[in-house]
Nanobody, 114 residues
């Protein structure tokens, strides 16, 4: 079993920055990918950013150039640096992990005020 625990969410003004962290723990031999998705009520969960074990990244179109995903492979931790935040970035952000199968964290709320 794998557990993903997020931290770093909160309230920030538009134009500000936040950094999310997600630590993976449990029994696994290989991490194929780690990253972030987000969801607002009434909408589907959408890609924010992911990073494979080889370092390849994939970003959602709405966050390109503003958000940066990174990983610490020793700590099994993935980060999301969010800059130039906008009110439309307000959502619950979920950590995503690809091991022998996909796992999700419990989510952390990010609220951007205008």
């Amino acid at each position: 079993q794998v557990r993903l625990v997020e931290s770093g969410g909160g309230l920030v003004q538009a134009g500000g920055s936040l950094r999310l962290s997600c630590v993976a723990s449990g029994r696994f031999s290989r991490v194929n990918g780690l990253g972030w998705y987000r969801q607002v009520p009434g909408k589907e969960r959408e890609l924010v950013a992911t990073m494979t074990s080889g370092g390849g990244t994939n970003y959602g179109d709405s966050v390109k150039g503003r958000f940066t995903v990174s990983r610490d492979n020793v700590k099994n931790t993935v980060y999301l640096q969010m800059d130039s935040l906008r009110p439309e970035d307000t959502a619950v952000y979920y950590c995503w992990g690809w091991f022998s199968r996909t796992y999700w964290g419990q989510g952390t709320q990010v609220t951007v005020s205008s």
